[in-house]
């Protein structure tokens, strides 16, 4: 699995979420994405995280943002441009993608 990083308003599907109308038929599918987030475990994640020395930075982002989840993507959408550059240096892309691997 591979993380991508977005800023909030860049994210392709917040841009769908944002013209679609609230009761739209795709409901059904958005339910089902919950249920994947739950499978993995972001809270597990930002845990094993905060315990290592220097990464600290990298779990507080992390509590700040949101998450989407499929089978082989993980894409975390920050809130401010600080925190998006923060993450998408490419040590933190490197250590967040291995993290997930061995935890998932």
């Known amino acids: 699995m591979q993380a991508a990083i977005y800023k909030k308003d860049i994210s392709p599907k917040l841009e769908k979420e944002k013209k679609s109308p609230k009761n739209d038929v795709k409901e059904a599918p958005l339910e089902q994405e919950n249920k994947k987030t739950e ?23 992390l509590k700040a943002s949101k998450f989407d989840i499929d089978e082989k993507k993980c894409i975390i959408r920050t809130s401010t441009k600080f925190n998006y550059d923060k993450l998408n240096t490419p040590e933190i892309r490197h250590y967040l993608n291995a993290k997930i691997e061995e935890l998932f």
């Open 39 to 61: 499978a993995i475990n972001i809270a597990v994640l930002i845990e094993k995280i905060k315990k290592e020395a220097g990464k600290g930075f990298v779990a507080m982002t």
